[in-house]
């Protein structure tokens, strides 16, 4: 039996991971700060699918958060065979208004936590000449949207040109980059979501559907859904102060809901 473990696994895009890993026979590390979900979802699991899911409590935008989950990703005897670094979040307000404390915090989540951890679970699957990290990103990635966008460009970046260097080695990396997905994501950053239109909302099971099927045929990059994709085609061609004008507006507006 294979053992797969996520981040960011109590809630939105990574306890949707979690589901569907159980169902496809996975046992599973969750990892979240969380520990009262955490221990429920685990063993909401357990029950359902017969699976072994352990829960490891980290706060990953701390060293000792980090280190834990280093830790469990590097112990040989336990080998995990796909680590699926999901946790992140959105900070309210554009640049200067978002606190210098909140935008390194993000940049920790988001890239020295993703750095390390892939690093960390890479060697040994290096080793078994076999695994897969998928780490999720987003198509904020593409357009100019303040230290977000930026850290999601830094995940794309560096796990296309990590899948270029492990090439033929039997470990798969793959950047996931969705649109927007209904999660707790814009409600915990004081999001409001209502000048989002209904077509570009995706759901979470049918996303993580789409990143299991592009990870089996070894795409390093992931955008699922084809109306997405089609968005990504014209964002490549507009001029980018336009797309900065649009896409800064498209789902930043602060509030109440
Ligand atoms: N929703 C979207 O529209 C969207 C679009 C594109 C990309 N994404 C990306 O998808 C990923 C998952 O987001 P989501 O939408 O599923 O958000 P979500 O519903 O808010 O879930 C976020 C998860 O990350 C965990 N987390 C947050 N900060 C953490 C920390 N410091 N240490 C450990 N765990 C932490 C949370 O658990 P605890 O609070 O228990 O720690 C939770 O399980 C993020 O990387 C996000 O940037 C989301």
């Not at 029950?47 to 701390?62: M, S």
């Not at 040109?161 to 969705?178: E, I, K, T």
């Not at 999660?183 to 950053?189: L, V």
């Not at 797309?243 to 930043?252: E, F, N």
Request: hydrophobic residues 45%; aromatic residues 6%; contains cysteine.
């Amino acid at each position: 039996m294979t053992t797969a473990l996520v981040t960011g696994a109590t809630a939105g895009i990574g306890a949707a991971f979690a589901r569907r890993l159980a169902s496809d026979g996975h046992n599973l590390v969750l990892v979240a700060r969380n520990e009262k979900k955490l221990r429920e979802h685990a063993a909401e699991l357990h029950d359902r699918h017969g699976i072994e899911a352990g829960v490891l409590v980290a706060d990953l935008a701390t060293e000792e958060g980090i280190a834990a989950v280093e830790e469990r990703l590097s112990d040989r005897r336990h080998p995990v065979d796909l680590l699926v670094n999901n946790a992140g979040f959105g900070n309210k307000g554009e640049f200067l208004e978002v606190p210098m404390a909140d935008e390194l915090t993000m940049l920790k989540v988001h890239c020295e936590a993703v750095l390390r951890l892939t690093s960390a679970a890479v060697k040994g699957m290096r080793e078994r000449r076999r695994g897969g990290v998928v780490n999720v990103a987003s198509v904020a990635a593409f357009v100019p949207r303040g230290t977000y966008g930026a850290s999601k460009a830094w995940v794309v970046q560096f796990t296309q040109g990590a899948a270029r260097d492990l090439a033929g080695s039997g470990v798969r990396l793959m950047a996931l980059c969705p649109g927007f997905v209904r999660t707790e994501f814009h409600e915990r950053a004081g999001m409001g979501t209502d000048n989002i239109p209904g077509w570009m909302w995706l759901d979470a099971d049918n996303l993580v559907d789409a990143a299991m099927k592009d990870l089996a045929r070894g795409r390093s990059l992931s955008i699922p859904d084809p109306r997405y994709k089609a968005l990504m085609g014209v964002v490549k061609l507009a001029p980018r102060n336009l797309l900065g004008g649009v896409t800064s507006r498209t789902g930043r507006k602060y509030g109440p809901q």
